[in-house]
């Protein structure tokens, strides 16, 4: 992620970059394909204005905040960021789902049967799941309560499919792929 700052009517701090750059990592937990990040700052009397604009792969998204405190501002502007960006993925998320639920496939299991001369019949069924969306600790509480000794899963960190496979009562093991 690019981070490009930019400010008006007064000199940029290395103290204002460095709680700029800081908190504009924060967003990459909700979202890793952000491709950049402009700030403009601008003092406006006694104001302090904020504009941040976010550009990812599929999507552009702004926002702005005023304030008497420029680190005051630059949170809060991070903070409708971060909500905007959470509202889209919840967005994105709840549409998937959707659009699997509505697939005439999606409730049934395939059975495909191998049969080659002298060997047994083999079988392979495949399932077809929606991948909830979980943080690790979570989807360790969440395959405590169930007797299965998988749970596959979105991670929310990093939006990427996950396998957290149950070893024991106390290990568990980890698949990102």
């Known amino acids: 992620m690019q981070i ?31 491709i950049n990040v402009h700030l ?13 604009s976010l550009h990812a792969s599929h999507f552009s998204l702004q926002s702005e905040a005023e304030d008497h405190d420029m680190y005051l501002a630059v949170d809060t502007v991070i903070d409708k960021m971060e909500s905007q960006i959470k509202k889209l ?7 998937q789902k959707k659009r699997l639920k509505e697939d005439l496939h999606f409730v049934y299991a395939d059975l495909f049967e191998r049969h080659g001369g002298d ?15 979980y943080s690790i600790d979570e989807a360790m509480n969440q395959i405590e309560k169930t007797k299965d000794s998988y749970l596959i899963f979105k991670n929310v960190e990093t939006d990427r499919i996950n396998v957290l496979v149950k070893k024991d009562d106390e290990h568990f093991k980890l698949l990102m792929p």
């Not at 993925?89 to 549409?95: A, E, I, L, S």
């Not at 060997?119 to 969306?133: D, F, G, Q, Y």
């Open 4 to 34: 490009t700052i930019t400010a008006r009517h007064f000199d940029l701090t290395n103290a204002i970059r460095d709680h700029v750059e800081e908190a504009c990592e924060k967003l990459e937990k909700y979202f890793d394909h952000i």
């Open 40 to 52: 403009t700052l601008s003092l406006e009397g006694s104001r302090n204005h904020v504009e941040m």
């Open 89 to 95: 993925k919840d967005k994105v998320t709840d549409h």
């Open 119 to 133: 060997e047994p019949r083999k079988r392979l069924k495949t399932k077809r799941i929606i991948a909830e969306t």
